[in-house]
């Protein structure tokens, strides 16, 4: 789905791709690499910030920071996985641990070619984002053992 889709209003589920190198060009080679979300969203948190160092002068006062760097952007996510079929009865039931499985072979496994965990692509709508995943917490509610 391309930017012209989102124009037109056509919905766009978030989407995690692997890849082996930082621009994302060279697709892992694990045996998932794309993990679409059932439902997209309702929000998500975009982070950006600067580090500054302080440059004292003896004898000075309150002398401005000095800017240091830009600091990786960074994302966080919160979507739903189901496993009671009741959505979309028709499409394949796939059990929640598996689709967990799946999500962790695309953004946080270690990739024994690579000796990394992939690079991942995120895409949403007209959002592209390039990066690594720093941590996936997982929050099980309403499950049966």
Same mark, same amino acid.
């Given at each position: 789905?391309?930017?012209?889709?989102?124009?037109?209003?056509?919905?766009? &589920?978030? +989407?995690?791709?692997?890849?082996?190198?930082?621009?994302?060009?060279? &697709?892992? !080679?694990? $045996?998932? *690499?794309?993990?679409?979300?059932?439902?997209?969203? %309702?929000?998500?948190?975009?982070?950006?910030?600067?580090s500054y160092v302080q440059e004292a002068?003896?004898?000075?006062?309150?002398?401005?920071?000095? #800017? =240091? /760097?830009?600091?990786?952007?960074?994302?966080?996510? +919160? =979507?739903?996985?189901d496993g009671t079929g009741a959505i *979309?009865?028709?499409?394949? =039931? @796939?059990?929640? %641990?598996? /689709? @967990?499985?799946?999500? +962790?072979?695309?953004?946080? *496994? #270690?990739?024994?070619?690579?000796? /990394? $965990?992939?690079?991942?692509?995120?895409?949403?709508?007209? !959002? !592209?984002?390039?990066?690594?995943?720093? *941590?996936?917490?997982?929050?099980?509610?309403? =499950? %049966? $053992?």
């Amino acid at each position: 789905m391309g930017t012209a889709d989102v124009a037109l209003g056509k919905l766009a &589920k978030l +989407k995690f791709m692997a890849f082996q190198d930082p621009d994302c060009t060279k &697709k892992s !080679l694990l $045996p998932v *690499n794309v993990f679409e979300v059932m439902f997209n969203p %309702n929000t998500f948190t975009q982070k950006y910030g600067a580090s500054y160092v302080q440059e004292a002068t003896p004898g000075s006062n309150g002398q401005p920071n000095k #800017f =240091f /760097r830009n600091n990786p952007q960074s994302m966080d996510f +919160k =979507f739903t996985l189901d496993g009671t079929g009741a959505i *979309n009865p028709e499409d394949k =039931f @796939i059990p929640v %641990n598996v /689709r @967990i499985e799946q999500l +962790k072979m695309v953004i946080y *496994n #270690f990739d024994g070619s690579t000796h /990394r $965990p992939n690079y991942i692509m995120v895409a949403y709508g007209v !959002l !592209l984002f390039k990066g690594s995943c720093t *941590n996936l917490d997982v929050t099980h509610t309403l =499950f %049966n $053992p």
